[in-house]
Nanobody, 122 residues
Framework: QVQLQESGGGSVQSGGSLRLSCAVV????????VGWFRQAPDEDRVHVAT???????DYRPSVKGRFTVSRDNAKNTLYLQMTYLRPEDTAMYYC????????????????WGRGTQVTVSS
């Protein structure tokens, strides 16, 4: 069974940058649509970005233009480059995956990592 291992979280000041990584273990990343979600304290988990099987990417509106999702098939890793971070980006960030054909997009994910914390101070 595929496992997802996030890393790269930390504490930064407003306006700073971080890059999150999600290592896909036990299978090949190009068999999956992969995405990022986040959950702030006392809030629901929300979608942040997805790298679909057809190569398309989508983002929640509040991060569009600041965050970039990408994947490195050779390293079997998904990334989330986050720039111009704001205090409201503070959350636990989770990597998620769903089996995908190359022409597929999805909004449903069956596999989840344990998360990495991002804290942005003003």
């Amino acid at each position: 069974q595929v496992q997802l291992q996030e890393s790269g979280g930390g504490s930064v000041q407003s306006g700073g940058s971080l890059r999150l990584s999600c290592a896909v273990v036990g299978d090949t990343i190009n068999r999956y649509c992969v995405g990022w979600f986040r959950q702030a304290p006392d809030e629901d988990r929300v979608h942040v970005a997805t790298s679909h099987g057809d190569g398309a990417a989508d983002y929640r509106p509040s991060v569009k233009g600041r965050f970039t999702v990408s994947r490195d098939n050779a390293k079997n890793t998904l990334y989330l480059q986050m720039t111009y971070l704001r205090p409201e980006d503070t959350a636990m960030y989770y990597c998620a995956a769903e089996e995908c054909t190359p022409n597929m997009q999805t909004t449903v994910f069956d596999y989840w990592g344990r998360g990495t914390q991002v804290t942005v101070s003003s």
